[in-house]
């Protein structure tokens, strides 16, 4: 269980990293060619869940690996799984789930299982 459960966290912090990095870092305009909503909102909201899922990555990975406040990997995932709850109201308002749903559903699957796992060894 040790083992999936950090294969489900490292696979989970490489997905919130890559996509966080590329909403904080990248150009809005280079964001809208690959997505079209950062360019309908404002540049602040984009980088701000950019920001957020770059907290997630090391979130899921720092505290379970360095022993140092270890039930926030546990909440971190939980942070996942609201961001991804979220986003997929969020597409399905715009009518873009049928790019994004399967992606949003495997990420959810990921933070929950992740929840499920530290349940037992953190009291939640």
Same mark, same amino acid.
């Given at each position: 269980?040790?083992?999936?459960?950090?294969?489900?966290?490292?696979?989970?912090?490489?997905?919130?990293?890559?996509?966080?990095?590329?909403?904080?870092?990248?150009?809005?305009?280079?964001?809208?060619?690959?997505?079209?909503?950062?360019?309908?909102?404002?540049?602040?909201?984009?980088?701000?869940?950019? *920001?957020?899922?770059? !907290?997630?990555?090391? $979130? #899921?990975? =720092?505290?379970?690996?360095? @022993?140092?406040? %270890?039930?926030?990997?546990?909440?971190?995932?939980?942070?996942?799984?609201?961001?991804?709850?979220?986003?997929?109201?969020?597409?399905?308002?715009?009518?873009?789930?049928?790019?994004? *749903?399967?992606?949003? !559903?495997?990420?959810? $699957? #990921?933070? =929950?299982?992740?929840?499920? @796992?530290?349940? %037992?060894?953190?009291?939640?």
């Amino acid at each position: 269980m040790t083992i999936a459960l950090w294969i489900a966290q490292i696979l989970l912090a490489l997905a919130n990293g890559f996509a966080g990095f590329m909403k904080t870092f990248r150009p809005i305009p280079d964001l809208t060619a690959m997505m079209k909503w950062p360019g309908e909102y404002p540049a602040a909201l984009t980088r701000f869940i950019g *920001i957020v899922e770059l !907290l997630a990555a090391a $979130g #899921l990975i =720092l505290p379970a690996a360095t @022993g140092i406040l %270890p039930w926030l990997t546990p909440l971190a995932a939980l942070g996942v799984a609201v961001i991804q709850v979220l986003a997929i109201g969020f597409h399905a308002m715009r009518g873009e789930t049928q790019q994004t *749903i399967i992606a949003n !559903l495997i990420l959810l $699957g #990921l933070s =929950l299982f992740i929840l499920w @796992g530290y349940w %037992p060894s953190f009291g939640l």
